[in-house]
Every structure is written in structure tokens, then in C-alpha cells.
């Protein structure tokens, strides 16, 4: 099977879209199948033998993050002229976020290219669900996606925790809900992680659930495994998570931690996330008087991520909502005991009272409860970093995760319509 994968946002960094595309294109490699992917900047890496086009864009995005001067695109100035440059540099410098839109046109354009030559059986995306998709499928070509979660739930958690209204105004131009619904409603199936963001898409997007498809995402427990040659640092915490995406709830991580300071248990948190000034965790931080406890690691290396793993006595993901939970996994997989919230997805990757422990979202007591609890039973601890690990093996495989991935190719090139596996 000639399969094309695409990512609009590449990196690892940018949250679980790279590192869903490396495993998963590695794995259906691995299976003797053709596999080409598309991503948009900041670019990956991808595994050998994978076909690899790199899709350019302004990348205005991380350039406005970071608080850059060189906003107009550097190299060859005519490019602004480009109508989807200048179409990308006018809704980002109206606070929009265009590179969904934009990075689905030049995948359609790239795939027209490629056809005479090169016709694929299948076309994947990761996440984007943006017009150029359908200018895809009206090529012949199949098209699936994976919905992580629906972003009208990114919207909701950034509307609650914003300060002003002015930063309300903001947040309601900077997604499209609209056209993902307009998109996912066409496609030929749709893939996600969960039974829960399942719900989600067909609540949101009303994608019929004949269409919708459970695949569970997966962890390689050959890399994420718990290092014995790395001691435990007493009463340390870890937190993985991008702390300006408001759904990862580190404000009431923060606030549970001001909780516990008068409690003499020396707490030390880590949060594995490059901030720059103006952040609102760095602002909480300080209005909490938190700075001893707190430390950012900035971006880590897969194997500087497993040695801060190995070190943490808990792993804490106390998120809004979470189409997944992939942090969770990833700690279980290294034998360390996570708190979660019930949110989402994370009941069905978190088994309460074995593998960690839940407690309600936005409840920062409830929070600061379960790190004092599970803190103080080092047997509690090993007993569920153990089990963590067993859990993982047993349920959360990239090799599976790619098995049934083909199972849903496979329907959706026979035209055959089977019971979706959705509650």
C-alpha cells in the first residue's frame, strides 16, 4: 500500500502531532509498506526508509511565541507575493492561526505535483482538517484523519482562564471550528484516540459514527523504561506539558502547590516545557512565591526525557481535558505512579488505584490531597509504578496502533461499512 501521512506541524515539541507521525510511519514501514510523509515547520525527524516532503511556510507562529523581528520571510523577498504567504501573513497578524489552512492547500498543490508519477492509495492527515483536504479527496484519492480532540475544547479552556476580554476576543479568531466540522463531516473515516474524544468529535463536529474509527495511540517501552542507575530525588514531581495550552491545567497544578508549601514536605517540581518571558505559568509562579519549588527544563532530548522520568518520585498530569494522555504513558512506561485528572480521555489510560491516582479537573485540594497521600507510601508508589508499566505493555503498542491503523485503510479502499468500534 503507497501511503501519505500528513503533519502540519512537525516537531515533537509542538505537542503529540510529531511524535504520532514518527512512530506511526516508522511502524507502517516496518509492516512493508510505501509511506511518504508531508509535514509543515518546525520540521522532524522521521525514520529511514519513509519518503520525506518538507512543505515550507512563514512559520509565523513560533516567530510571534518567541517575540522575533524577522516577521517577513527571509531569503527571497518576493515570496510575501505568493497569495498563500500573503494570505498567511495577513490572518496571523490579525491574531488568526492560518497555518492549518495553509499548510492543506500546499499538500494539495504538492500531491497534484506528484500524481502523474505517483499516485497514492491513501491520504492521512494528523489533526489539520482544513478545505485543501477535500480539494485532496476530490483528486480520487481516500482521505482519513486523525482528530486528536476537537479544538472548540482548546477554545473553551483558553475563554476560562483568560484574563481579559480583550483576550477572550482573541482566543474565539485564533482556531477555526468551523471549517474542521465543514472537513471532518466529508472525509472517508475518521481516526481517534479514545472513546472519549470520540464523544467529543460527534458532539462538536456531528461526524456520523459510522465513520468513526478507535485506534489507541502507543509508547516504545524499549526507550520509555525506568533507569536503575538514576536514584530517586525525594518528593519530586514532573509535570510534561506545553503550560501556555490552558487544557494542561498548570494553573491549578500551581495552586496545589501553594497549597502544600506551609507543609514542610520540600516539594520540587519539574515541568518539562520551554517558556519565555510574559508566560502565564512564569507569572503564577512568582505570584505564588513558588520559584524555589519550580524548575523548566526547556526542550529535552528523548533520553535527557526517560532520565527525568526515572528521577521523579510522581508524574502529575492534571490537564482540562485530554484526547489521550500520552504523558501519562510515557511515565507509567518508566514505573513512575501518575495523578490525573478524571478529564477525557485519561480514565481509560489511567486504571485508578493501580497504575495512580484520579481526582476531579480544576480542583486544586483535591490535587494537593493526592500528592501528600501518595507521597507519604513509598509501597503505594512501587506497587502502581510497577503495575504502570505492565499496563502499558499490555495495552499501548505503536505496532498495534499501526495494525489497526491499516484496518481502517483497508475498509475505507474496500468501500466495506463495518460497526464503528465508538460506543
Not at 490552558?246 to 520540600?266: F, I, M, S
Not at 495495552?395 to 465508538?422: D, H, I, T
Amino acid at each position: 500500500m503507497k501511503i501519505c501521512l500528513l503533519c502540519y506541524r512537525g516537531n515533537k515539541y509542538c505537542g503529540g502531532q510529531g511524535i504520532y507521525l514518527y512512530h506511526l510511519s516508522r511502524e507502517l514501514e516496518r509492516m512493508g509498506h510505501e509511506v511518504d510523509v508531508m509535514i509543515g515547520p518546525p520540521y522532524c525527524d522521521i525514520a529511514d526508509g519513509i519518503g520525506v516532503h518538507r512543505l515550507e511556510s512563514l512559520n509565523l507562529y513560533d516567530r510571534l511565541v518567541e517575540g522575533r523581528k524577522d516577521f517577513f520571510p527571509q531569503g527571497d523577498p518576493l515570496r510575501i507575493f505568493n497569495p498563500i504567504n500573503l494570505y498567511e501573513l495577513g490572518a496571523a497578524s490579525l491574531g488568526m492561526f492560518p497555518e492549518m489552512l495553509t499548510f492543506s492547500i500546499r499538500a494539495y498543490l504538492k500531491i497534484r505535483q506528484l500524481l502523474p508519477h505517483h499516485r497514492f492509495d491513501i491520504v492521512h492527515d494528523n489533526q489539520c482538517l482544513a478545505y485543501g483536504l477535500l480539494l485532496i479527496r476530490a483528486l480520487g484519492l481516500p482521505v482519513v484523519a486523525t482528530i486528536h480532540h476537537p479544538l472548540p475544547i482548546d477554545t473553551i479552556a483558553d475563554l476560562a482562564q483568560a484574563p481579559t476580554t480583550w483576550k477572550k476576543i482573541k482566543r474565539i479568531l485564533f482556531y477555526p471550528p468551523l471549517m474542521q466540522g465543514i472537513v471532518a463531516r466529508r472525509l472517508d473515516a475518521v481516526i481517534t484516540d479514545s472513546e472519549s474524544s470520540a464523544r467529543e468529535i460527534r458532539r462538536i463536529f456531528k461526524v456520523p459514527q459510522g465513520k468513526m474509527k478507535r485506534v489507541y495511540l502507543g509508547v516504545d517501552t524499549d526507550v520509555f523504561r525506568r533507569l536503575d542507575s538514576h536514584r530517586k530525588e525525594p518528593n519530586s514531581l514532573i509535570m510534561v506539558g506545553r503550560t501556555e495550552d490552558r487544557k494542561k491545567g498548570v494553573l491549578y497544578l500551581l495552586q496545589a502547590l501553594r497549597l502544600l508549601k506551609g507543609d514542610d514536605l520540600n516539594l520540587k517540581l519539574t515541568i518539562v516545557d520551554q517558556v519565555g518571558s510574559g508566560s502565564m505559568a512564569l507569572d503564577l509562579i512568582q505570584e505564588y512565591g513558588l520559584d524555589d519549588m519550580v524548575t523548566f527544563t526547556g526542550r529535552l532530548t528523548t533520553e535527557e526525557l526517560v532520565r527525568r522520568y526515572s528521577a521523579a518520585e510522581i508524574a502529575i498530569t492534571p490537564s482540562l481535558y485530554e484526547g489521550f494522555g500520552l504523558p501519562a504513558v510515557e511515565a507509567m512506561a518508566c514505573e513512575v505512579p501518575v495523578i490525573t485528572t478524571t478529564a477525557g480521555a485519561l480514565p481509560e489510560v489511567v486504571k485508578q488505584g493501580e497504575t495512580g491516582i484520579l481526582v476531579p479537573p480544576r480542583d486544586p485540594r483535591a490535587l494537593a490531597g493526592a500528592i501528600k497521600r501518595l507521597l507519604a507510601d513509598e509501597s503505594m508508589r512501587r506497587r502502581m509504578g510497577s503495575e504502570g508499566r505492565r499496563w502499558v505493555k499490555r495495552q499501548f503498542s505503536w505496532a498495534e496502533a499501526a495494525r489497526q491503523m491499516l484496518q481502517v485503510y483497508e475498509e475505507v479502499l474496500s468501500g466495506v461499512a463495518r460497526p464503528s468500534e465508538c460506543t
